[in-house]
Nanobody, 122 residues
Framework: VQLVESGGGLVQTGGSLRLSCTAAGRTFSDFIAGWFRQSPGKEREFVAYISTSGANTGYADSVKGRFTISRDRAENTMSLQMNSLKPEDTAVYYC????????????????WGQGTQLTVSS
């Protein structure tokens, strides 16, 4: 499956932004999907995952209560609504499809998108 992220940009501290991930060649609801992010000099870190039905989600402690992951079956997309953004949220955000293993481990995912940059200014 080919994944493409969009929606990144520059936002002020406390602002909101919505990232989207589209899937070409496969129905999004057929697989567990997740969001990860990577800042310069840091390893890629888990942000959130969503089950095939959308009923189960999981979040990193650093974003819990501020970010919401969701699916849009009609549009065949997955989104990440980000509120109360902080400068430490600045990163390239990636969506990925789950293969096997721990849901919070990047090694458990494949078919990564190219990433979209989020910059939060202080």
């Amino acid at each position: 499956v080919q994944l493409v992220e969009s929606g990144g940009g520059l936002v002020q501290t406390g602002g909101s932004l919505r990232l989207s991930c589209t899937a070409a060649g496969r129905t999004f609801s057929d697989f567990i999907a997740g969001w990860f992010r990577q800042s310069p000099g840091k390893e890629r870190e888990f942000v959130a995952y969503i089950s095939t039905s959308g009923a189960n989600t999981g979040y990193a402690d650093s974003v819990k209560g501020r970010f919401t992951i969701s699916r849009d079956r009609a549009e065949n997309t997955m989104s990440l609504q980000m509120n109360s953004l902080k400068p430490e949220d600045t990163a390239v955000y990636y969506c990925a499809s789950y293969r096997s293993g721990g849901l919070r481990e990047s090694s458990s995912y494949h078919s990564w998108g190219q990433g979209t940059q989020l910059t939060v200014s202080s």
